[in-house]
Each structure stands twice: as C-alpha cells, then as structure tokens.
C-alpha cells in the first residue's frame, strides 16, 4: 500500500538549521511503493543526486521564491508520462573521466555560509570530480552532519581542527 510522506523544512531553513538529518531519517522510513514530497526554501540540487544514488526519480517545482516542492518516487515505481527524471549536474559541469589524469584536489571555504549552505557546496562538489579526486572543504566547525552523509556514502575523510576553533576536512572520493 502506497503512502504519500510529506516532509517541510522551510521552519528549520528559516532558522539557519540544518535539516539534513531530518530528511535522511525521513528517507530511510519510506517503502519502495511510497511518494515523498519534500518543501524546501531553495531547489535542494545536491538532494537531488543523493537520493538518485539511492533509487529515487524526482520533480522539482518552484512555487513561490522561497518555496520548492522535490517530490521523489523510487525508480521501481512505474513513472507516469509527464514526470522525467530530474538533471542533477549539466554535461559542461562534469569533469571527465580522464585514466591517465593524475588525482586532484579541489579547496572550498564554506567559513561564513549559513547551514546548509557548506554541505550543499561540499556534495555538490563531489558530484562533479573524479573517483580518487579529493575536495578540501574549510569550515566554521567540523561539519557532523556532512561527516555522517560522508560515512553513508563510504568517502574517506580526515578531518583537521583549526587553531581558530574551525575545521579543515579533505574528503577523498571513491
């Protein structure tokens, strides 16, 4: 039996907190057959390709300038006609697999940017690089709620606590 999950995290956006967690705890409860729908401030695009390495379609909708509505159903769900497939990355963002391209590593400063502004950036990120690339992100604190989406992913990381109380994380991509 199918069942529609609604989930709004503008209150917790509007806040500055992080709504991550709630969203992951809200996935992991879903049923192959279920229909999530998500309300959000912003597009949630690094969701987007989350969710999709976890078998989940989605459509985006913009409804006002602070309000989006993801709407996700797992891939086994027979798609209606008029639902595609969101685009997660467009073919000039992607860096291209390249075998004889040594590793690189790409540096972000997320020091400043409210939640979940550094998480986004950083999943963004690497979406975008090359297995075995590694992303250095700097942020205001050592970021737990990215570091356990990092452990679910299976990345590597090591994590470095700065002078100033922040935090330096190289994340290497596998």
Not at 10 to 25: G, N
Not at 27 to 51: C, M, N, Q, R, S
């Amino acid at each position: 039996m199918s069942k529609i999950i609604e989930l709004d995290v503008r209150p917790y956006l509007r806040k500055k907190l992080e709504p991550f967690q709630v969203i992951m705890d809200t996935v992991k409860t879903l049923e192959k057959e279920d229909t999530f729908v998500l309300h959000a401030t912003f597009k949630p695009t690094p969701l987007l390709g989350l969710l999709k390495t976890k078998g989940y379609n989605n459509t985006v909708e913009q409804i006002d300038a602070e309000h989006w509505i993801t709407t996700f159903k797992h891939r086994s769900q027979k798609q209606q006609s008029n639902i595609e497939p969101a685009e997660i990355i467009s073919e000039e963002d992607v860096i291209p697999d390249c075998p004889e391209r040594p590793a690189q590593t790409y540096e972000l400063d997320n020091r400043g940017l409210e939640p979940p502004q550094p998480m986004i950036r950083t999943l963004a990120k690497l979406q975008k690089v090359q297995s075995g690339d590694k992303v250095t992100i700097h942020n205001d604190r050592v970021p737990m709620f990215l570091i356990e989406e990092l452990n679910t992913l299976g990345y590597t990381y090591e994590v470095e606590d700065q002078e100033d109380g922040s935090a330096k994380v190289t994340i290497t991509k596998s």
